[in-house]
């Protein structure tokens, strides 16, 4: 599986953006699929994700103003971004659970660990 991100770019706090990952290699909606985020000397952490039952699950800091949604014509995630603010900035990834690893991911969505294809990610910068 190929993730391709982009959208990222420098908004200031309150205003929205949106992410795309393009996926190849596998059909979007038959994976479990997710964003992440990570700021230099932290962890990766989960943001968001979805499954091929369009279960979605979001990390507390973001609920209510991110959505994940994808488009499985177009094989396309997206996130949607509003409301940001500075604490919202870091280098964000889509990543895919795909074979053995979709099962882990069915029970920990948001840990890093249960991913196994990652994109090469897009820098969001919110002042």
């Known amino acids: 599986v190929q993730l391709v991100e982009s959208g990222g770019g420098s908004v200031e706090a309150g205003g929205s953006l949106t992410l795309s990952c393009a996926v190849s290699?596998?059909?979007?909606?038959?994976?479990?699929v997710g964003w992440f985020r990570q700021i230099p000397g932290k962890e990766r952490e989960g943001v968001a994700y979805?499954?091929?039952?369009?279960?979605?699950s979001y990390a507390d800091s973001v609920r209510g103003r991110f959505t994940i949604s994808k488009d499985n014509a177009r094989n396309t995630l997206y996130l949607q971004m509003n409301n940001l603010k500075p604490e919202d900035t870091a280098v964000y990834y889509c990543?895919?659970?795909?074979?053995?690893?979709?099962?882990?991911?069915?029970?920990?969505?948001?840990?890093?660990?249960?991913?196994?294809?990652w994109g090469q990610g897009t820098q969001v910068t919110v002042s």
């Open positions: 990543a895919a659970a795909t074979g053995m690893a979709a099962a882990q991911a069915y029970r920990d969505p948001l840990k890093k660990d249960s991913y196994n294809s």
């Open positions: 290699g596998n059909r979007l909606n038959r994976m479990c």
């Open positions: 979805t499954d091929d039952d369009g279960t979605t």
